[in-house]
């Protein structure tokens, strides 16, 4: 299922802001395996059917819904940073998601800006660009370690826009997760839309060829997406 949002159709795309966690890279069940693992540790079962309650949302959010079932001598930190060694560990498994890595390229030829925002921790942000070897496709990521509150909130995609210099109807957000997509929406942004659970791989082929698209690129960009 994929949802592109437009604010104006006659502005100018100078950036794309990339989710990473479902949207570039098969990572949401190795994520939600590690919180599973680390909570049950500690005494929480999240159970089957527990994943979607999760995604994208940040480790503070996972927190405060879990915390009341934890031992009360366990800490956020000890808790979390078992779960980052767990996710680090398992991160070179990972593999992208169909498409999205020659979309990079063809964007990069073209001179548009790319950047990640990110709810995961640092470590964890660093790990799966690393996975995907994209570090030098991209002006920078944000993580959550980097910002005061995570998405849905828009800070997170107003911090990439300033770091960027741009006005955020200049950039378009790539999102997977509900919680992502109001934070891109919250900050001005054009969005697209891709489930990360999306097995039609031709509509991942149209959605990836609508980012390309909306950067007005047809003509600077040849590429078989």
Request: glycine content about 8%.
């Amino acid at each position: 299922m994929t949802h592109i949002s437009r604010k104006s159709a006659d502005d100018q795309i100078r950036a794309v802001a990339w989710d990473i966690d479902g949207t570039l890279v098969d990572s949401e069940p190795l994520h939600h395996a590690c919180l599973a693992m680390i909570s049950q540790r500690y005494g929480v079962n999240l159970g089957p059917g527990s994943q979607e309650r999760f995604l994208g949302r940040d480790m503070s959010w996972a927190w405060q819904a879990l915390e009341s079932g934890f031992p009360s001598e366990l800490t956020f930190a000890t808790w979390l940073n078992e779960i980052i060694d767990a996710y680090v560990e398992g991160a070179s498994t990972l593999v992208a998601q169909p498409f999205v890595l020659e979309a990079m390229q063809a964007l990069q030829e073209a001179g548009i800006r790319q950047v990640c925002v990110s709810n995961s921790e640092r470590r964890i942000v660093d790990a799966n660009l690393a996975a995907l070897g994209i570090c030098d496709l991209l002006d920078f990521s944000i993580s959550r370690d980097d910002i005061p509150v995570g998405k849905p909130h828009p800070i997170p995609y107003l911090e990439a826009c300033r770091r960027l210099n741009c006005a955020p109807g200049e950039v378009i957000a790539i999102e997977d997760s509900q919680s992502g997509l109001e934070s891109a929406r919250a900050a001005g942004l054009k969005t697209i839309f891709i489930a990360s659970d999306e097995e039609d791989l031709s509509v991942r082929h149209k959605a990836v060829g609508s980012i390309l698209g909306m950067c007005r690129a047809g003509n600077l960009v040849s590429t078989g997406v």
